[in-house]
């Protein structure tokens, strides 16, 4: 069997997702806050399982990243965040639409690890100068219950 | 380096199973027995850990996911099951081998998230009409003994 | 959109990787020391955690993970290890630079399953005869305090 071009370019889009989460989730756990928040648009957004309404730019993400990183330094914990079970399908629009569950993991200094939350990640991809960047992301948790927010990110 | 055809692939083929499972987890996770099901061939069967024999037919293998969601809804939690740790071999017939190892979360609603079961999977996988289906399932449990089932699904 | 050849080459280096720990972590959770330790290079490192120096050589390598497979077997445990978000560099000798949480889970016969570590794994990979060894592995525990060892693997 040999792959028609279309077929090789999916194999390629899900290495490049892939390998934009491994970097994107390694800058956030070592709470470099400005560069996971580059990994967005520049008018990118973020609807947070318990906010009333999504983040939204960079800084506004960024900002939230930094806030949680001095939590989790007060607290002591290291945080990983793994996505897995990664679906990609590329739209009309050139955009790429994600899903995948993601998992946080902390570990307490000298202590044991727990998983933290059980989640689904549901993103729009864009590709922009060489790169992807995401353009909107919806998180839902599972221990929260399900909600249909009238302002979506998707 | 250049790849050759059959390396790009191997590549190929790594990325669609991995797509593959991510969809077919996400259907089973949702509940939705029928599409989940259609996963497998129609004679496909899959050899639970703890069954005498494995369960044959798209209808068996619907009807076992509809208890056990009927079950997880009773009991208040989501289910989500992540595959890891995936290797891909074609056989010469055409099918693929695939090994991985598989991991079922359990989050309460309200509560904490745990770990409920580390198995280990593996999956003949054949091409049909464009698309990988299931011909035969064996999941094992890291918590139960090693058994040699007389009947295996491999 | 068509996929360049290094392109096409990243995705193809990626599959390889990943199937490559795939398998790397079938043979040292069935305790298959020597063959596991084949994963590395003749005078291959690895970095453990809390080890003053690095271990180096197939043999010392196999002899460590048959030590722990012993311990592992007399505690009626069986261990998992997760390799996931997983970034792939090449780099201009041709080796290549990965980067990727690691997780072990633990699993009691007749018992519960445990998040037995969350880690980070660094290897340095080369090409040897037409497959993946290891050069160098340097794990890092999130329980331990960090630390810059005088002698790193990578």
């Keep these: 069997m040999t792959a028609t071009a279309a077929e090789t370019d999916l194999a390629r889009l899900y290495f490049e997702v ?46 939230g990243v930094r806030r949680s990183a001095a939590e989790q330094k007060a607290a002591g914990e290291v945080h990983r965040h793994w996505h897995g079970m990664v679906t990609v399908d590329p739209v009309d629009d050139g955009s790429v639409h994600v899903s995948c569950y993601a998992l946080v993991l902390a570990t307490a200094l000298g202590g044991a690890t727990r998983l933290h939350r059980a989640c689904v990640c549901e993103d729009v991809l864009v590709r922009s100068d060489g790169r992807w960047l995401i353009r909107s992301r919806r998180v839902t948790r599972d221990d929260l219950p399900s909600t249909c927010p009238e302002t979506t990110a998707t």
Tied chains: 1, 2, 3.
Excluded: C, K, V
């Excluded at 470099?32 to 008018?43: K, N």
């Design 18 to 63: 892939n390998q934009f989460y491994a970097r994107h989730m390694h800058l956030l756990d070592a709470g470099d806050a400005d560069a996971w928040a580059d990994g967005f648009t520049p008018d990118g957004e973020f609807q947070l399982p318990s906010a009333p309404q999504p983040a939204r730019g960079r800084q506004a993400l960024a900002d």
